[in-house]
């Protein structure tokens, strides 16, 4: 059987971790000390994020919120009378502000039909933004855009680098690129007890029987959030419905594909790329935003 190779170790010694993976099966290290990883299942994830799409289309006003922390230090009003992408933009949640926040134009894309078709009527009110079914290995735009943002979908790939250096083309010399992914700095506990659980269980199992997991973890979880919370994030899960929250635990036991990564393992995917004055902020204490221009 033709094998793989998907992954690249960065980390050596006695806790290796991948840089980036396909978690779904691999077959086992090969160069003695970890260097490199085969796999012979390829598939991503956008079929299972399009079943969270589909049951979980509504846009909130809390989700305003979030995209701006996941934006800053870029604000809202930096959109008015730019051109923006917005790839991997699943339900259109993270479009809708700046399109209502006066951006010239938007074109949203992903991967899934479900999604796409989803995404298109929470942003039909907006004739200057194309949504489009397409894939991030396939942006063929050219230095077209005044910004390019790609949120919580990078470490969902099998191939983030590519898709990296795909986002970084469609944006135009001067113009901004937003990057936000998982970090490891900030999750190790659920890296350590619950992630494992995604990785062996939940991102196998079949979708309404994660959800029903996902309910039950939302009402435990609810039941901890009546307490007094000190991290920000916390705070801001106190103020979302039962509903949101359960979106947010499904979003995170179904993948197949989900990475940490520190923000040395960031840097090193943004290496040599006509990138300059590139920012990184730790957000929420749990994720990174990265913010630069394109040279
Ligand atoms: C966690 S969701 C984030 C969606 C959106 N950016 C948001 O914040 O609401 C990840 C999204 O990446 C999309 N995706 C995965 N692989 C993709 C690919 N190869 N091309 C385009 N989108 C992809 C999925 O379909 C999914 O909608």
New binding site residues.
């Given amino acids: 059987m033709e094998k793989m190779v998907v992954g690249v170790c960065l980390t050596g010694g006695k806790n290796p971790r991948l840089l980036y993976q396909n978690t779904m099966s691999y077959t086992g290290w090969i160069n003695g000390n970890c260097n490199m990883i085969i796999d012979n299942n390829l598939e991503?994830?956008?079929?299972q994020?399009?079943y969270?799409?589909d049951l979980y289309r509504e846009i909130l006003p809390l989700h305003k919120e979030q995209f701006c922390r996941?934006m800053a230090p870029i604000t809202l009003s930096f959109f008015t009378d730019k051109t923006f992408m917005?790839?991997?933009?699943?339900?259109g949640?993270?479009s809708y502000w700046p399109l209502l926040e006066g951006a010239k134009s938007a074109y949203a894309?992903?991967?899934?039909e479900r999604?796409v078709a989803v995404a298109k009527q929470n942003l039909k009110t907006f004739s200057n933004c194309t949504v489009a079914l397409?894939?991030?290995?396939e942006i063929e735009f050219k230095n077209e855009f005044d910004i390019v943002f790609?949120?919580?979908?990078l470490h969902?790939?099998v191939k983030p680098r590519q898709?990296i250096e795909n986002l970084v083309s469609a944006v135009k010399p001067g113009g901004t690129v937003i990057f936000w992914v998982y970090a490891y700095e900030g999750n190790e506990r659920y890296l350590k007890w619950v992630n494992p659980i995604r990785q062996a269980v939940t991102s196998r199992l079949p979708l309404p029987v994660t959800r029903g997991i996902a309910k039950l973890l939302t009402a435990i979880l609810k039941i901890w959030l009546w307490f007094p919370q000190k991290k920000p994030y916390m705070q801001l899960l106190q103020k979302m419905s039962f509903r949101h929250i359960e979106a947010i635990v499904f979003?995170q036991l179904l993948?197949t594909i989900a990475n940490y990564w520190t923000k040395e393992e960031v840097l090193e995917l943004l290496a040599e790329l006509p990138l300059q004055n590139l920012q990184i902020q730790h957000t929420n204490g749990m994720s990174w935003t990265i913010v630069a221009e394109k040279v």
């Fill in positions: 991503g994830t956008q079929h994020f399009g969270e799409w996941w917005d790839a991997g933009c699943g339900m949640r993270n894309f992903d991967y899934d999604t397409q894939s991030l290995y790609c949120i919580g979908v969902h790939l898709a979003d993948p």
